[in-house]
């Protein structure tokens, strides 16, 4: 019976409780409770009344406890959340796969679009599993901490969205020969040779972007600085 690290980690939190003061306790355990969304410093105030500078002075020694951090949120960066050093922020609070401490990477999106252009344009259509295949074998130079089905799906409907590239399905037969028929595969967009065009309302691109759960009308993620909503309302 494996019983021991659970006992040194209880053990631990009782130290560590026991060498916290009444007003390092009562915020650490606020902070806890809210897990992976975390707490602003406000609201902490708000719910404990804990005078301003004993609040300040135990967020400051619980951080170099290292028993909480904080961590930006996308919604308002001006505003550090506060979040016990056991959680990790819920994409929420980060923006999800595409942010570092709160920022959009803009690099990680151009190079992954790239790649998937480059091995589409080579294999003349390419499925989303073969292209995240591909990536594992540019190494950490390309992708230092790698790139996830999720993002690689997200990328390749942008693409659909921006034209660049179809969606299709697999025949079994030709350039599909080597995908299974039925099988959801892409190739580059025909630019010239048809003038069909989808239906307003059908063409809208929120329904296909992985950012819509996070888009409101004054955040940092809005309608108004969308650049494919205004090239739709354009259209």
């Not at 920022?103 to 995240?132: F, N, Y």
């Not at 065009?197 to 600085?225: H, Q, Y």
Request: charged share 25%; with cysteine.
């Amino acid at each position: 019976m494996n019983l021991l690290p659970g006992k040194r980690k209880r053990q631990d939190l009782s130290t560590l409780s026991a060498s916290m003061t009444n007003e390092e306790r009562v915020v650490y355990n606020i902070i806890r409770g809210k897990k992976e969304m975390g707490i602003w410093q406000g609201e902490i105030k708000r719910e404990t009344n804990i005078p301003d500078s004993i609040l300040k002075k135990s967020i400051k020694l619980l951080i170099s406890k290292t028993l909480i951090k904080e961590v930006v949120n996308i919604q308002n960066k001006s505003k550090k959340v506060l979040m016990a050093m056991d959680f990790e922020p819920s994409k929420e609070i980060t923006g999800g796969e595409w942010y570092t401490e709160g920022r959009l990477d803009t690099q990680l999106i151009d190079a992954l679009s790239d790649v998937c252009l480059k091995l589409i344009s080579r294999k003349k259509v390419a499925t989303r599993d073969g292209i995240l295949e591909w990536t594992k074998t540019l190494g950490s130079e390309v992708f230092p901490g790698g790139v996830s089905p999720g993002q690689v799906e997200q990328i390749l409907k942008v693409l659909v969205m921006e034209n660049k590239l179809q969606e299709v399905n697999s025949t079994g037969f030709g350039d599909f020969s080597s995908i299974p028929a039925g099988e959801i595969c892409f190739r580059l967009a025909k630019k010239v040779g048809t003038n069909v065009k989808v239906g307003v309302m059908a063409s809208i691109p929120c329904g296909v972007c992985p950012r819509l759960k996070f888009c409101t009308p004054n955040g940092i993620i809005s309608p108004t600085t969308c650049q494919y909503y205004q090239k739709w309302l354009d259209f």
